[in-house]
């Protein structure tokens, strides 16, 4: 870097155009959000939008998205710039994908990247990634046995080509999925928020007198890289492991983690982890990738902005058709399933060094509910939504109840969920007794009775884990309830996928709550008999997990009991069996 | 006291009672401003606010306001009046013992929430409690589908059990949300005539009375906070009304609605979560009136103060008003941390940047200000207190914006040798000297607020460029310049007494009360008869509230409007309906104003996409009171801008890279008609205004500087 460019970008004016690029892309994504057709966008926020350098590195993202999809969209860049070399784009070019591997790893995100130009001169990228509402094939589940049979695959090619839309691709597009529409409508305002941030740039460009984005995204990402790797250098050299499960489809899926930190540079291998799923589960590298940095991230560095910089202290492997790293033809259209493991099983690693600041394993991943049917006036539907179990708890406070983690998507009202279709939710409520005892207790998970009016049979598709495999309690503290799924008609649920129901069933959802942190007969008698009270925790699990007996009203503590129980269960503890 | 002004609309039975005064009770202070409806003559009053009992204050304050104007209790006809109340005792939790009562199944529907982190990365964040304590939220076997039929009728014994038993059990308060309500409120109506028979004790809000919205989260949320605070602001009240009869005051008691509307204390005793903006809804509505008095219908307001700066857009002289707001939230500034009501509020923008942010330097070695503030108690490094970190306050005084001499009038000496030790600490950090630092601070703040104003436009559909700056608060003057430079505005307007004009939003106000009914359905399907019966219904209300407040029924507008989207899409626009709807055209007319209005927006629309209506605006109001007054003390005026001049100091001014000497003007000096080119600053008591080079300054016939950008 030059000295004249030192003194540009002293601490002030670096601030100053930082914070005004932030707002460029966060100007993309409320464009974006506010036109989108998809609830799963507007309502979840689950989206992703950035500012890319003329190299393709990340430099700004908006705030809001998830991490599945920011992360990846960071790296996807490449592989668009791969096919179509910088020097072959004009202005009016748009590029679009939905290829699994290149991107945030389903068919049903569609990535939308626009060269932003300055006169002739290619100045940096916008780019986002959004879920759309349908892609065509057997829809957004684990049952398909190839990536083929999950819907149409739109290899990297252009929307736009100078300006003029690609109507070949479109119609194409528009044949294939069950909602033409709203997809196409997704898609043009994927196009449309990508416009609106290359405007407002060119804009900032201007009053500060920027011919290139290069000096600011250096010293961006230098700082940020910096940062990281500080963060990083203050860890322990060492090798850490660890290992969790997933209920997998149709056997467990087991996911291993070696972190080798060395000097500020870390490396995460997923090397003994399970093969290819026959079912889409399956994981791509990149969307690996994306979960992986997020939750180094969060563990080490939150206040780091997230770009370029924050990635290129650490890199990640796994095995060539592994679980974590599927190739085609492997199926991954519920690739989220497995993905959102993934920071519970680092932090699992990290637990060893640095316990006070990482979560005990939650829920993971976010359970998809879709019904397919009819309604009592014969009119066909399909509706989606998303359902949270507890997060872990925290070294130094309780897990949340019902609450996405790792995902940053919200969910839906009940009441919207019954307006736009004949589903009919009996019941949402925080599963009792669901999270983890601990000093903090782990979130509860929800109970969510469900219910269609129709007279016909209807599908039931579901995504969901943790029926066999509950989220652990880190450092002494208990694991969360698993999983489980019944039917009025007595038949439980064990396996993942779409299924007929009859007209008046009504399915009982327990979704799993989060794992404890630290032993339980440490936790302040006083916030268990809150719990006690709120109907959290049971009498019965108060005194059985947390050594607090109540008085026999139940609204207080008995404070002898309590000790004499708390001490003899220590006592017990102390003398090997 | 001042002069300027007259009465536009006298009404005979304003002659005997010619005053209004308007009462904002505040953090630290309640402020008072008299106005004399027949000559525009205006009296400001301050009193420490008495936070054990804020009805004394009031009392106390309009009694030494009073001796202060030399007027007669019995001359006050009017009394509008605001208060932060409601949002204190939800920050605080100090509102009544609330039970919920809900459909079974459904009583965490408060504690789920959206199931949501607001923050992506923070692995530690907490979620804001709910109000109401779970083992105080009670479930009812009754349920109504989303059509508005009934799926399982209610039971009345069960009600009627449980009644007692929350009397019992010493609960003071009871929010009822029942799923469906919006669309039937027939069974919520039923549990709160129960209530009434069985507990007449129990303070009762039914969720399809204080909001019949969609969403059984938020508008259970809103249902619980209103209640919550029925009756602390039932019991201040009632010692508010009684404390003005003591006093003789005739007047009617208004109280300011979070929408910048008026209302009678009856109706804010029942839904006083209306209230909870009220006090910085005052001040964008004073915007608002001195706009129009200037001729300016769009105006970005830009209150600065020692915590915080807020901004509102005013088009067409309103401020934008939208539906949802945040309370008690586990972050001031972080949204989504706070419990949702949805309530019609001020669309404003409250950022962390006031006189008291504090600078500090990040982990990347940026410089950063706020959202912490040094407050008024240890106060910024110049206030000589015991505070040592550096604020924009202590940076504005090492630029030489502030006069260390004339900080309040002079009330307040500043400490510059504090001042200039706190930034140097900080710019050896940055390796910058202190100048440059305090530069810096000055300018990172500048950008903060511009960058939130701007988004909060954009957010609208709007172009920030578009509006001049209305500056006020203490700090809004002495920032304003340098915030419309980056905002591109083509001017700034700061009125005489900009340190306090914020009150002058209460009396400019017109009696308003807001409505909303939930009706879903396509446009092309919809039966306009349903639609039609909801508009009569919310408008008969709101003839019944204004009537009851002495508004002759063919005074009151009426507003219309409907909330559209494209079927499959979440967020509305806001469309006016016309005031009749003839069935065969509605759907038709009402398409054409959705999709002009949402190509405004977004530039384009989905052409061939349905659209349907969501929810039902009415807005009745009063006509606004016509006003013209200034505030501030009466101007020693000068003959000449010259003699309007009362020295000069040295500025720093980053265009000239160093400091220059500039004039300074005495602010009651300046005349009506004077003008000036920047560099320079003007002094008033409780404000500075800082003019950069390249802008004139002209002084208009109410006394505000207009600064115009010569570009």
């Known amino acids: 870097m030059t000295a004249e460019t030192q003194t540009r970008l002293d601490p002030v004016r670096l601030e100053v155009m930082w914070n005004r690029l932030i707002s460029v892309v966060n100007e993309q994504a409320t464009a974006l959000m506010r036109t989108s057709f998809t609830s799963i966008v507007r309502e979840a926020g689950d989206l992703s939008a950035g500012v890319f350098d003329a190299q393709g590195n990340m430099i700004a993202q908006a705030v809001t998205g998830t991490p599945g999809h920011i992360n990846s969209m960071a790296t996807c860049i490449h592989h668009f710039l791969a096919v179509y070399p910088p020097e072959e784009l004009r202005p009016g070019d748009v590029l679009i994908t939905n290829d699994p591997q290149k991107t945030s790893g389903h068919l049903h995100d569609f990535t939308v990247i626009t060269p932003v130009f300055r006169g002739d001169t290619l100045v940096g990228y916008f780019g986002n990634t959004c879920h759309v509402l349908d892609i065509g094939g057997i829809g957004l589940s ?102 969790v499960y997933s209920d997998g489809y149709e056997e467990p899926i087991r996911l291993h983690v070696t972190l080798t930190k060395r000097d500020d540079e870390l490396h995460v291998d997923w090397a003994g982890s399970s093969p290819e799923s026959k079912r889409g589960i399956n994981v791509v590298l990149n969307y690996t990738h994306a979960y992986t940095t997020y939750a ?16 290129r202290p650490v890199t990640v492997t796994a095995p060539p058709r592994s679980i974590l790293n599927a190739l085609p033809p492997a199926p991954v259209s519920a690739r989220h399933i497995i993905g959102h493991f993934l920071p519970g099983a680092i932090f699992g690693a990290l637990a060893k060094v640095i316990p ?63 307006q736009l279709s004949p589903v009919v939710v009996h019941a949402r409520e925080i599963r009792a007794d669901s999270g983890g005892p601990g000093r903090f207790r782990g979130g509860c998970g929800q109970t969510l009775k469900l219910a269609v009016r129709t007279r016909r049979p209807f599908t039931f598709s579901a995504l969901f884990d943790r029926l066999h495999h509950p989220a652990a309690g880190y450092a002494g503290g208990g694991q969360g309830a698993a999983a489980e799924i019944t039917l009025s008609t007595g038949e439980r649920i064990e396996r993942k996928g779409a299924r007929e129901l009859p007209p008046d069933t009504v399915i009982t959802l327990h979704l799993p709550g989060g794992g404890g942190f630290y032993d339980p007969l440490t936790r302040d008698p006083a916030l268990v008999l809150e719990d006690v009270r709120n109907g959290i925790v049971s009498v019965e699990r108060a005194r059985d997990s947390y050594g607090v007996i109540l008085t026999a009203d139940g609204l207080a503590v008995d404070e002898a009991a309590t000790r004499a129980e708390r001490a003899a269960r220590a006592e017990r503890a102390a003398t090997p069996a | 006291m001042l002069v300027e002004g007259e009465m536009e609309s006298a009404q005979t039975a304003r002659e005997q009672a010619p005053i209004r005064i308007g ?59 605001g208060t932060t109340l409601v949002t204190n005792a939800l920050i605080e939790r100090k509102g009544a013992k609330t039970a919920l009562l809900t459909t079974r199944g459904f009583r965490d529907a408060v504690e789920i929430g959206r199931e949501h982190r607001y923050d992506l990365y923070d692995l530690f964040l907490e979620l804001p409690k709910p109000l109401v304590p779970r083992y105080l939220r009670f479930e009812l076997n009754e349920r109504i589908l989303a059509d508005g039929s009934v799926l399982t009728p209610l039971d009345a014994d ?44 129990l303070v009762v809000s039914l969720s399809s009375d204080v909001v019949p919205e969609i969403r059984e989260y938020e508008r259970a949320s809103t249902t619980i906070a209103n209640v919550y605070v029925r009756p602390i602001v039932a019991r201040y009240l009632d010692r508010v009304i009684t404390g003005l009869s003591d006093l003789g005051v005739p007047g009617t008691l208004f109280i300011m609605l979070s929408s910048g509307g008026l209302c009678t204390t009856d109706t804010a005793t029942r839904y006083p979560i209306r209230l909870v903006e009220s006090g910085p809804a005052a001040g964008a509505l004073a915007a608002a009136h001195f706009g129009r008095l200037t001729g300016r219908s769009s105006l970005l307001s830009f209150d600065m103060g020692g915590t915080t700066a807020k901004c509102c857009l005013i088009d067409k002289g309103q401020p934008s008003i939208s539906a949802e707001f945040e309370v008690s939230r586990v972050y001031r500034f972080k949204k989504g941390s706070g419990l949702p009501v949805r309530v019609p509020t001020i669309e404003l923008i409250e950022i962390g ?76 950090r940055l390796g910058m000297d202190e100048i440059a630092t305090a530069w810096g601070i000055h300018h990172v703040v500048n950008e903060q607020m511009a960058s939130a104003a701007r988004i909060h436009a954009i957010e609208q559909g709007k172009d920030p460029r578009a509006y001049s700056v209305f500056a006020f608060g203490g ?11 980056i905002l591109r505005s083509p001017e700034v307007i700061v009125p005489l007494g900009a340190g306090v004009a914020s009150t002058a939003g209460f009396l400019v106000a017109p009696l308003a009360f807001d409505f909303v009914r939930t009706y879903v359905g396509r446009l092309d399907e919809l039966d306009w008869d349903q639609a039609a019966a909801r508009f009569a219904e919310m408008e008969a209300e709101g003839q019944s509230i204004l009537g009851e407040a002495g508004v002759p029924a063919d005074a009151v507008r009426i507003q219309r409007t409907a909330e559209l989207r494209y079927v499959g899409q979440g967020h509305q626009v806001t469309v006016p309906v016309p005031d009749t709807l003839e069935k065969s055209s509605a759907a038709r007319e009402l398409t054409e104003r959705f999709e002009a209005e949402y190509r405004r927006l977004y530039g384009r629309i989905a052409p061939g996409n349905p659209v349907e209506a969501v929810s039902w605006r009415v807005v009745t109001s009063a006509p606004a009171p016509q006003l013209r007054f200034t505030i501030g003390a009466a101007p020693a005026v000068a003959a000449t801008v010259a003699d309007a001049r009362k020295g000069e100091r040295p500025i720093y001014l980053p265009e000239r890279n160093g400091f220059e000497t500039v004039p300074v003007y005495d ?25 950069g080079p390249g802008a004139t300054v002209e002084i208009d016939s109410l006394l505000n500087l207009i600064i115009r950008f010569q570009r």
């Not at chain 1, 600041?357 to 509706?383: C, H």
């Not at chain 2, 001499?405 to 900080?426: K, M, N, T, W």
Request: glycine share 10%; aromatic share 6%; hydrophobic share 40%.
């Open chain 1, 142 to 243: 684990t049952d398909a046995r190839s990536v083929y049979e999950e819907g149409l695959y739109i290899p990297i090619t252009k929307l736009y080509d100078r300006g003029e839309p690609n109507r070949e691709l479109l119609k194409i597009l528009a044949a294939n999925v069950r909602a033409p529409e709203p997809v196409l409508g997704d898609i043009h305002a994927q196009a449309a928020g990508n416009d609106v941030g290359a405007a407002r740039l060119l804009e900032f460009m201007t009053e500060f007198g920027l011919e290139t984005l290069d000096d600011l995204s250096a010293e961006i990402i230098g700082r940020s890289e910096r940062a990281m790797r500080a963060a990083i250098a203050a860890l322990p050299d060492g090798v850490y492991e660890n290992e």
């Open chain 1, 296 to 311: 180094l991230k969060c563990a080490l560095a939150p206040e780091v902005p997230n770009n370029e910089g924050s990635f």
């Open chain 1, 356 to 418: 006070d600041r990482v979560m005990a394993e939650g829920a993971a991943n976010i359970w998809n509910l879709q019904f397919t049917g009819y309604d009592k006036s014969d009119r066909p539907f399909t509706y989606v939504w998303f359902s949270c179990g507890g997060t872990g708890a925290r070294p130094t406070k309780d897990g949340l109840h019902a609450t996405a983690f790792p995902s940053g998507i919200a969910g839906v009202p009940a009441e919207v969920i019954e």
């Open chain 2, 23 to 81: 009462i904002d009770i505040g953090g630290t202070f309640t402020d008072f401003l008299l106005v004399d409806s027949l000559t525009g003559q205006t009296t400001i009053g301050k009193t420490l606010t008495t936070p054990d009992d804020p009805a004394r204050a009031v009392r106390t304050g309009l009694e030494q306001l009073l001796r202060a104007a030399e007027r007669q209790p019995s001359e006050v006809g009017q009394i509008v009046h």
């Open chain 2, 158 to 201: 069960e009600v009627a059990a449980l009644a007692r038993r929350l009397v019992d059990d010493g609960i003071e308060a009871v929010a009822v949300c029942l799923l469906h309500s919006y669309q039937n409120p027939e069974h919520e109506r039923q549990v709160g005539a129960i209530l009434e028979e069985v507990a007449p004790s």
């Open chain 2, 353 to 428: 940047a006031g006189g008291g942010s504090i600078a500090r330097v990040d982990a990347l070695g940026l410089l950063k200000v706020g959202p912490d503030s040094a407050g008024a108690d240890p106060g910024p490094a110049c206030y000589g207190r015991g505070g040592t970190e550096p604020t924009v306050t202590d940076a504005d005084l090492l630029l030489g914006y502030l006069d260390p001499e004339f900080f309040l009038g002079g009330q307040l000496r500043l400490d510059v040798e504090a001042a200039r030790a706190a930034i140097a600490r900080l710019g050896e």
């Open chain 2, 475 to 485: 700090a809004g003057p002495v920032h304003a310049f340098r915030v419309a430079e």
């Open chain 2, 667 to 691: 602010r009651y000096a300046l005349a009506p008609g004077m003008s000036f080119s920047g560099p320079a600053v003007v002094e008033e008591r409780e404000s500075t205004v800082i003019v």
